[in-house]
């Protein structure tokens, strides 16, 4: 189950030409400077850019050297910065629009369920024109989703949008590729949504794919474009529990239970924690009477020296999870810390992502 592609294409002052494989499962983010191809790669896919190379989605091919398979042939959805909704139908007869062209043997995508999760049941009769930039792009993802894509395709689906109406779409879109079922591309500009949504991300520049990463290795590489705080940070998925009596919260992920503290208002569930390269200290040993809750088993996988004086440790925890560590050059040489270091990570401080 993978999708395989490589395009080529040529205007007058820019060039694209990537070569990637990448599992066909997941919400994929593209990330990269304006101009850098994002939107021309979402583009190829579809078959809406005349490019050389090929697709491959699983057992299907869109593209080689002899096919060239029509934009309306390929099963896929696009959903662009504005919502181009059908302007003189309802909220419904959007959604349907596509929905009732498929014969319902190709129907893979549940109706209610995909209305009832997107929260459109009330706005249902209104007209297209009646509805606020969320509201638009919420019926401009349902109607994508309701004709069983193979590939949704979203190109920065929030840009346009304020930041309240952003708020209300974002937890939503957590569970798109749940939701959706099928592989999703997701064009953005703002990391805060690479980490709350990607599990892959493709970094380009120049009309190139510099990096094909995790979302794990994007956010740990040092100087990497996607950090918010200008530091390497690890995203850690996993289950939040209640609140205990003292105070405390377990999340349980797949490097093994960890505790916050401090109040938090989301209820229990999946959840992503972002934990900063800078929260993260090491010892060689779990250090007893200290305030710090967590403290995981972990070997030291590399080292890069980052500025003057510091270096980027990168950790691999039970599970395979890994979490960066900004140490000094003076603790990690007292430490003898080096590839294949036993060791154990305090980690200071983590937050949910929102
Ligand atoms: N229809 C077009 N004709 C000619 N050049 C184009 C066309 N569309 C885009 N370009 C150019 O191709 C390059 C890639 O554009 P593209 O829109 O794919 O970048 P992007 O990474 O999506 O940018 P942004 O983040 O600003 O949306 C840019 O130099 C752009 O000016």
Same mark, same amino acid.
């Given at each position: 189950m993978s $999708?395989?592609?490589?395009?080529?294409?040529?205007? !007058?002052?820019?060039?694209?030409? *990537? /070569?990637? +494989?990448?599992?066909?499962t997941g919400v994929t983010a593209l990330f990269g400077p304006s101009g850098?191809?994002?939107?021309?790669?979402?583009r190829a896919m579809a078959g809406l850019e005349r490019c050389t190379g090929y697709f491959r989605l699983d057992d299907q091919c869109w593209q080689n050297d002899d096919l060239f398979m029509p934009t309306h042939k390929r099963r896929l959805g696009y959903v662009?910065? +504005?919502?181009? #909704?059908?302007a003189h139908l309802? *909220?419904?007869g959007?959604? /349907?629009?596509?929905?009732?062209?498929?014969?319902?043997?190709?129907?893979?995508? /549940?109706?209610?369920? $995909? $209305?009832?999760?997107l929260g459109l049941t009330p706005l249902l009769q209104q007209r297209a024109t009646e509805l606020s930039g969320g509201q638009r792009q919420r019926v401009a993802i349902g109607r994508a989703l309701l004709t069983s894509p193979r590939l949704l395709l979203l190109d920065e689906p929030l840009s346009a949008l304020d930041t309240r109406a952003k708020r209300e779409i974002l937890p939503l879109l957590e569970r798109l590729s749940v939701q959706a079922r099928v592989p999703v591309f997701y064009v953005t500009h703002a990391p805060e949504e690479v980490e709350r949504?990607?599990?892959? *991300? #493709?970094? &380009? +520049?120049?009309?190139? $794919?510099?990096?094909?990463?995790?979302l794990q290795q994007a956010l740990a590489r040092p100087r990497s474009p996607l950090f918010r705080d200008d530091e390497a940070a690890a995203i850690l998925e996993g289950q939040l529990q209640q609140t205990l009596a003292d105070g405390r919260r377990p999340f349980d992920g797949s490097a093994g239970r960890l505790w916050l503290a401090g109040p938090h208002t989301a209820g229990p569930g999946p959840v992503r924690l972002r934990i900063l390269a800078s929260d993260v200290s090491v010892a060689l040993a779990p250090v007893? /009477?200290?305030?710090?809750?967590?403290?995981?088993?972990?070997? *030291?996988? !590399?080292?890069?020296p980052t500025s003057e004086g510091r270096v980027l440790? &990168?950790?691999a925890l039970a599970g395979g999870q890994q979490i960066p560590a900004q140490l000094s050059a003076y603790s990690v040489g007292q430490l003898q810390l080096t590839t294949g270091s036993e060791c154990y990570a305090l980690i200071k401080a983590a937050a949910l992502v929102d």
């Open positions: $999708i395989q592609a490589a395009f080529t294409l040529q205007r !007058s002052d820019f060039r694209l030409e *990537v /070569d990637f +494989e990448l599992p066909a850098c191809g994002k939107t021309t790669l979402l662009f910065q +504005e919502a181009s #909704l059908f309802s *909220v419904q959007n959604l /349907d629009y596509g929905w009732r062209r498929l014969p319902a043997a190709l129907r893979r995508n /549940d109706r209610d369920e $995909i $209305i009832d999760w949504l990607a599990d892959r *991300v #493709l970094l &380009m +520049e120049g009309g190139s $794919i510099t990096h094909n990463d995790s007893p /009477d200290i305030s710090i809750l967590n403290q995981l088993p972990a070997r *030291v996988q !590399s080292l890069t440790l &990168m950790l």
